[in-house]
């Protein structure tokens, strides 16, 4: 069976322990978007868990470039290992 993206997107961010989770969505409600697209509200990411935070990315950023900004996030939070891991699953996902 393949994995969707919805199904990467959920098993690399379930592997952000509480604090990363914290600078996750912090930086997630106000990092750089490509024009076009607005930044999920940070009322919205407040109490959402990984589930509701993965459909929240894709309802506002459409799959291929929820993986971006995911990736994107990552990096600025320092948690190289987890955007190298979805850049290459990605990669092998081809959406």
Excluded at 4 to 25: A, H, P, W
Excluded at 37 to 57: F, R, S
Excluded at 65 to 76: G, K, P, T
Aim: hydrophobic fraction near 35%.
């Amino acid at each position: 069976m393949t994995e969707t993206c919805q199904d990467i997107l959920l098993t690399i961010l379930e592997e952000l322990v509480e604090g990363q989770r914290k600078k996750f969505k912090l930086k997630l409600s106000d990092t750089e978007l490509r024009k076009g697209y607005a930044n999920i509200p940070k009322g919205h990411l407040e109490k959402a868990d990984v589930t509701d935070m993965v459909d929240l990315l894709i309802r506002y950023y459409q799959q291929e470039y929820a993986v971006e900004v995911v990736i994107n996030v990552l990096d600025q939070i320092n948690d190289k290992d987890l955007a190298e891991r979805l850049r290459r699953k990605s990669a092998e996902g081809g959406w």
